[in-house]
């Protein structure tokens, strides 16, 4: 992908989304949105907006052609308008899966599920940066995705990300944790949002709830995702790599004795993350049932940092012959 492709995105974004944030007195963020609709429908959707700024966009639209692009150059370009705007716009919540991670779930994704279509879920969807970023890397699979978050404005960047890279998926803007009316899916990827859950009665429905206290939502999440995948499914979490350690781990641990066995744990490099509390890991588990058998042993791997490339390509050489030997 040649830095002027996405340069050439960025600025179509970032320029017309901020004609709209000045016109609608809006965030940088929900004009990106809104703009971001506006390419894709080919036309001009808000009403309010003054002849002059209408002859603007439109001048700014003209240029672009959504076949001219790849998928990877539209989630890229967009992606790179939304960062901007969630610098601007700082809230806990709008955190975004770092590019090499979410590269890294689909290709893993790509080598575990084998199936050529598949149900794929993402519970703590966001932007759809992850998602998307998985599905981009199924080749030759048809892929109908489910994306759910409570951020109806990060819901609203997701639909319009789909929509540009034409993804089928199926948004849900709800409490992720409140009951999904959903048929089970084959697959799982989620960005685990770390934290207590503030409804303790909503938490109250689940095995991995607290004895006192909030719960912790992670652990809720991971229950909710086990829940709608179907047996031998896989799910795919980025998690804190404290996950096993804190005080309610031991339940997890029981949880996840009875309801998957765990194929893989990926601790990311430490050099990617601020601090050492911060650091994550991938983990891979697969839902249980009769049929499905444990890995003759787990996969256990630490990356190499990511811009050592043949470090990295001998890393994945090493999962392509361990997912030989346990498949």
């Not at 901020?18 to 004009?31: D, G, M, R, S």
């Not at 890397?137 to 997701?158: C, F, M, W």
Request: aromatic residues 8%.
């Amino acid at each position: 992908m040649s830095p002027s492709t996405l340069e050439e995105l960025f600025s179509l974004f970032n320029e017309t989304a901020t004609i709209l944030q000045e016109e609608l007195n809006c965030t940088y963020l929900e004009a990106l949105a809104e703009t971001g609709e506006n390419l894709f429908q080919q036309s001009v959707l808000q009403e309010e907006l003054s002849e002059l700024t209408v002859k603007r966009l439109k001048k700014s639209y003209e240029s672009f052609a959504i076949n001219k692009y790849t998928k990877e150059e539209l989630r890229k370009g967009y992606q790179l308008a939304i960062l901007k705007g969630m610098k601007e716009n700082v809230q806990p919540n709008h955190q975004m899966t770092p590019d090499a991670v979410g590269m890294l779930v689909g290709y893993l994704v790509n080598k575990f599920v084998q199936a050529p279509n598949f149900r794929l879920l993402d519970p703590a969807v966001g932007t759809g940066n992850l998602l998307t970023t998985v599905i981009n890397h199924q080749l030759g699979k048809e892929i109908n995705a489910i994306g759910v978050d409570v951020d109806d404005l990060l819901i609203h960047l997701a639909y319009v990300n789909a929509n540009l890279q034409t993804h089928p998926v199926q948004l849900f803007n709800q409490d992720s944790l409140e009951p999904l009316f959903i048929d089970p899916v084959e697959a799982v990827v989620a960005d685990l949002p770390v934290g207590f859950y503030p409804n303790d009665t909503g938490a109250e429905k689940y095995e991995l709830k607290s004895s006192s206290g909030h719960s912790y939502a992670h652990h809720l999440f991971i229950e909710q995702s086990v829940k709608h995948t179907k047996v031998g499914g896989y799910l795919f979490f980025i998690i804190p790599n404290g996950l096993f350690e804190s005080d309610e781990a031991p339940k997890l641990h029981a949880y996840l004795k009875e309801n998957a066995h765990i194929q893989g744990i990926l601790q990311l490099p430490l050099s990617m993350f601020k601090n050492k509390s911060g650091a994550k890991s991938i983990l891979i588990l697969q839902k249980l049932g009769e049929e499905i058998k444990p890995p003759k042993q787990v996969l256990l791997v630490n990356l190499p940092t990511l811009s050592k490339g043949n470090e990295v390509e001998r890393v994945l050489r090493n999962i392509d012959q361990w997912i030989k030997e346990n498949k």
